[in-house]
């Protein structure tokens, strides 16, 4: 007499199927000493809402021909979450996400406010999952379901994607040392800024630009990037560095 699913919430509430014979005009289901509530039954049948519990109980069906044998249940509590990491990712989304906290290893979605994602359990401890896209840039609260219910407590940043524009002045010295402005959009959270592919020094102004100072270079024209929690936006040919006056 097979049951599914054989877990669920400390909490009750779980809707619980039993499967046999001789089931019809069943009387009572006992989760351990506790009656569940039954909600369908038919001969083969008995649907019912688990009552609260602890650890493992026995189920049975009684009905007027008799109880039946015992089927194992297993109570889960909720999970516990801990840790997110990384915090934030572009609002398109795509990018992979770790929860760390306990009880995480009957997780069956993750919400990113009202977008739900499958999670991939490692542990009891761990899950991850990919961030679905975002609906708008902005902080949303995540949530991680199980057998044992939903908990929820952390959050999550979606940001947009950076973009810059041509930096001013656009060139300068091959030594280096020439203070740049670079304008542009979704800045705030700068991380790095490279001439080149070398890093500059930099301080965010605010989300629309960047001041940095040219790092010492060849001669000719370079890309300048510019790297937020976002992502990554290139300037082609941005900064071209120049031949110093010889006397």
Do not use: C, R, W
Not at 62 to 85: D, E, Q, R
Not at 162 to 184: E, L, N, R
Not at 216 to 244: K, M, N, Q, R, W
């Amino acid at each position: 007499m097979p049951i599914s699913p054989n877990q669920g919430s400390t909490g009750g509430g779980t809707t619980v199927t039993i499967t046999g014979t001789g089931l019809s005009g069943a009387t009572a289901v006992h989760f351990g000493s506790k009656l569940a509530t039954i909600t369908a039954n038919t001969a083969t049948s008995v649907t019912v809402t688990a009552p609260s519990g602890t650890g493992t109980v026995n189920v049975t069906v009684t009905t007027p021909g008799g109880t039946s044998n015992p089927l194992a249940f297993f109570y889960v509590g909720a999970p516990f979450k801990a840790g997110l990491s990384p915090l934030s990712g572009v609002t398109a989304g795509g990018n992979t996400v770790t929860i760390t906290g306990t009880g995480l290893s009957t997780a069956t979605a993750v919400t990113f406010g009202t977008l739900s994602a499958t999670p991939s359990v490692a542990s009891d401890s761990q899950l991850s999952v990919t961030v679905p896209t975002g609906l708008a840039a902005g902080s949303v609260g995540v949530s991680v379901t199980t057998a044992g219910g939903t908990n929820n407590g952390l959050s999550y940043t979606y940001v947009d994607g950076p973009t810059i524009g041509a930096p001013t002045p656009d060139s300068g010295p091959v030594s280096g040392g020439t203070a740049v402005t670079i304008p542009g959009t979704s800045l705030t959270t700068t991380q790095s800024v490279t001439f080149g592919g070398v890093p500059a020094p930099f301080v965010v102004i605010n989300d629309t630009t960047v001041s940095a100072v040219s790092p010492p270079g060849a001669l000719g024209a370079v890309d300048v990037a510019v790297t937020t929690s976002g992502g990554l936006a290139t300037e082609t040919a941005g900064f071209t560095y120049i031949a110093g006056p010889g006397i």
